[in-house]
């Protein structure tokens, strides 16, 4: 009944902050999930609509801190490894560089937090405490997003590698 009364406004909410269709629909999606969970917070003496409104708004700007965030890391790491790459030899420039476009790729297809805690450990060497810290959640949790980071990228490299022999 919720989804159904407020879909389009969440929806036009998350839409201005993605600014695409589908990472809207995706974030609408986040949001009423988020919603079911903190309803029991709700003060029936305040205006429902405006309370809902600011969960959702809240839940975006928390997204977008984290994409903003992790795109300028990434932007550094690739600015970092390119600077490293330019003393080699051209032909080691050139795959270092589809070496990094391949693992980016695939970090891309892991979900957002993992992909965030995976880049913070293994790519940026943050300790499990400082991701914690940054992303609010246990230290056990960072650990176990790690820990299934590298197992999802690991099986997307291995099918990237069997996919390229097969050509």
Do not use: C
């Not at 205006?47 to 809240?58: E, G, M, P």
């Not at 805690?117 to 176990?144: C, F, H, N, W």
């Amino acid at each position: 009944m919720l989804v159904n009364a407020y879909a389009k406004r969440v929806f036009n909410l998350a839409y201005q902050f993605a600014g695409s269709y589908q990472e809207a629909e995706d974030m609408t999606q986040d949001i009423f999930l988020k919603l079911y969970g903190t309803l029991s917070k709700y003060d029936v003496r305040r205006d429902f609509t405006a309370w809902l409104l600011t969960v959702a708004r809240n839940h975006l700007i928390d997204a977008y801190r984290r994409t903003k965030w992790e795109k300028t890391s990434r932007d550094e790491f690739d600015e970092h490894g390119l600077a490293a790459g330019e003393s080699a030899d051209p032909e080691a420039g050139l795959e270092a560089a589809a070496s990094r476009k391949i693992i980016w790729d695939s970090l891309n297809l892991l979900s957002p937090d993992i992909r965030m805690a995976v880049i913070l450990r293994d790519i940026q060497d943050k300790s499990y405490e400082e991701i914690a810290q940054m992303a609010g959640v246990p230290v056990g949790t960072i650990k176990s997003r790690v820990n299934r980071g590298r197992l999802q990228l690991a099986g997307i490299l291995k099918e990237n590698k069997e996919s390229d022999h097969d050509l």
